[in-house]
């Protein structure tokens, strides 16, 4: 226990020193928000993949996900990493940052604004990060929560405030420049953490060979190439996970930033890698929970004989690795962790002091009261979150079922047909964004699951924009021919 306490206490003091560097390199409002907009591939692909994948992966998904699908759980983490991260580095990575230069704009919502003309949407688009960004920082603080809860036994309450407090500290201090430079570091320690999770997942189940056998005598669906609970469930978490990147603020930002074209060719490959290692070794040991964890050997992660899902993880945790090597895992999961906390503050205090505030309040403010208010923006934004993840609303999953696709579907049809084709036009981009949004949160209140909700709104953003589109160019069409006609005879 002594050894993990100061691992733990150097690793947040040194969280604590980079932010003063970082603090120390931040000039402008362009420098905490966007670094600058010089950022080299390599920091750029690192905090994109961290960003991408935190303790909501580790503790929620692959836990709950892993045990009720198997091995076909896999197909999240190939979707992940090749549509979710090669496919959007390849396809928009570029076009993203040309986009940023030519409209002037440094937040998905002021790109709605200038590409479409719609101040409505810049609204509805901020605030929309505002309010379901919340729960999803407040699933990545609960998840973080419980590992501490587990490895160091103190009270959930405590280790909420205290991760809640050193992601403020450097965030408030250094902005983006302070997170890239931290997520260099934790992707290092993510990738370290995942090869020493496999390896002695590997050793203690006896092979994969063994493995595979007896999770098959579990249940023969577990190994199959689709899981226990059919092909529409496994579609619907993959393409949630998979789809909703493409229109997902906190990575899209990643974007405005980088520095050219060679640093996307470089990120692509760099981020691709990692995503499948990362995703790759969390969801194939969330499927062996199984062979290792029952109601009788760790009553921990069981409740009336039921798997409590966000227990799973941390318990397998702790019944696979060695004391010796478990502070590296808290390490992996925290480091996972404040990557993603710093991109959803960072993006959600933005939707506030640039898009709401500069936006509609005071357009004429000056750069140097918009970092300030940006650092401000951040600490609040961490008290709602923290605030949120204290009164545990539903599990992990659930929560961030719901908010991305929430925010896949409030972002997917406006952003990827705006980016690519002129023929979008206003009325098709708030249809798609107010459509895929209430398909949504309908299906969810109504008792669908999370996965499933998400998926349905996301297709219907996606759907929505070009049919929409083209039936009011069509109306305006033949509304201004009949009156060109009219006035002609």
Known sequence: MTVKVTVIALYLLMIVGIGIVGMRKTRSFSDFFLGGGKV???????????????????????????????????????????????GVWWLMGFRIKEMSVEYGVSTMSEFFEKRYESRFLKLFAALSIFIFFIPYSSAVFMGLSYLF???????????????????????????????????????????????????????????????????????????????????WPLFCIVFLTSVAPFGMPQLVQKFYAIR???????????????????????YFTGATTRLFLSPDTTPGAFRDGRPVFDALMPEMLANVIPDSLSVLMLLLVLSASMSTLAALVLISSSSVVKDLYAGFIRPDADDATLTCL?????????????????????????????????????????????????????????????????????????GSPSPEAGTVGMLVSLGVNPVASYACTVFREGRYGMVAGGKGK
């Open 40 to 86: 080299g591939p390599w920091m750029t692909s690192f905090t994109y993949a961290t960003s991408y994948f935190s303790a909501v992966l580790f503790i929620g998904f692959a836990g709950k996900i892993g045990w009720g699908f198997g091995y076909s759980a896999l197909w999240i983490a190939v979707g992940n990493a090749l549509v979710g991260v090669m």
């Open 149 to 231: 809860e587990s490895n160091f036994n103190i009270p959930y309450t405590w280790a909420l405030g205290l991760i809640g407090f050193f992601t403020a500290i450097y965030l408030v201090l250094g902005g983006y420049k302070s997170m890239t430079m931290l997520d260099m570091l934790f992707g290092q320690i993510m990738i370290a953490g995942v090869i020493i999770l496999l390896w002695f997942t590997l050793g203690k189940g006896g092979g994969l060979a063994n493995m595979t056998a007896r999770l098959s005598a579990v249940d023969p669906r577990l190994t199959g190439v689709v899981g226990p609970p059919g092909i």
């Open 260 to 282: 050219d074209r060679r640093a996307v060719r470089i990120g692509t490959v760099a981020s691709t890698g990692f995503a499948l290692l990362i995703s790759g070794v969390a």
């Open 374 to 446: 940006m650092r401000w923006g951040n600490a609040f934004f961490v008290l709602l979150s923290v605030l949120l993840a204290y009164l545990k609303p539903a599990t992990i999953v659930a929560i961030l079922g719901t908010s991305w696709g929430a925010i896949g579907s409030v972002f997917l049809g406006p952003f990827i047909w705006g980016l690519f084709t002129r023929s979008a036009n206003k009325f098709g981009a708030i249809a798609s964004s107010v459509l895929g949004l209430s398909a949504c949160v309908f299906l969810y209140v109504t």
